[in-house]
T-cell receptor, first 115, second 110 residues
């Protein structure tokens, strides 16, 4: 079974530039998560989708971050404009359903460095 | 909302000894508590989980205990091995999402 795919794996940009990350979840998984993991900290949920609808985006900085999952499968996360404090690993995860009580399968992450 | 605290932030044990990591949560309605292991530069992976209808669960050298009254749960690793070195995260399920602890870096000394 293929796992969660993410691209790119690494990205270096200058502040005020924009960047986009892509995620392809495990086939059949209805729920998709985007997390931000700053070095030395636990994952922080940015947004959670069930199919193509948003379940929770309360911690997404909406003035600069946006995410979509138009067809209920792949998802993109965008940052525009980026700030230095956005430097982190962006993890995408998926789970079969949305109950909060299932295993979340993580992708390899995208490591973002903002200079 | 839910808040999860995890201790210690760093734990160093001799190979072969046991390691215990503790977490507390605030929302009494939380009823699912997974533990994830993240090796350096890799993705988090589920190693064990427990639901609130049980007090303990064991899988080989790993066990998790839950005290709902005190709102805390713990991860126990026995006979630690070098491959146990990683960051371990606890989490608690609240309102369809997981709230994560800050992580414990486990160091296994040879």
């Amino acid at each position: 079974e293929a796992g969660v795919a993410q691209s790119p794996r690494y990205k270096i940009i200058e502040k005020r530039q924009s960047v986009a990350f892509w995620c392809n979840p495990i086939s059949g998984h209805a729920t998709l998560y985007w997390y931000q993991q700053i070095l030395g900290q636990g994952p922080k949920l940015l947004i959670q989708f069930q199919n193509n609808g948003v379940v929770d985006d309360s911690q997404l900085p909406k003035d600069r971050f946006s995410a979509e999952r138009l067809k209920g499968v792949d998802s993109t996360l965008k940052i525009q404009p980026a700030k230095l404090e956005d430097s982190a690993v962006y993890l995408c995860a998926s789970s079969l359903v949305t109950s909060g009580k299932e295993t979340q399968y993580f992708g390899p992450g995208t490591r973002l460095l903002v200079l | 909302g839910e808040n999860v605290e995890q201790h210690p932030s760093t734990l160093s044990v001799q190979e072969g000894d046991s390691a215990v990591i503790k977490c507390t949560y605030s929302d009494s309605a939380s009823n699912y508590f997974p533990w994830y292991k993240q090796e350096l530069g890799k993705r988090p992976q589920l190693i064990i989980d427990i639901r609130s209808n049980v007090g303990e669960k064991k899988d080989q050298r790993i066990a998790v205990t839950l005290n709902k009254t005190a709102k805390h749960f713990s991860l126990h690793i026995t006979e630690t091995q070098p491959e146990d070195s990683a960051v371990y995260f606890c989490a608690a399920s609240s309102n369809y999402q997981l709230i994560w602890g800050a992580g414990t870096k486990l160091i296994i000394k040879p």
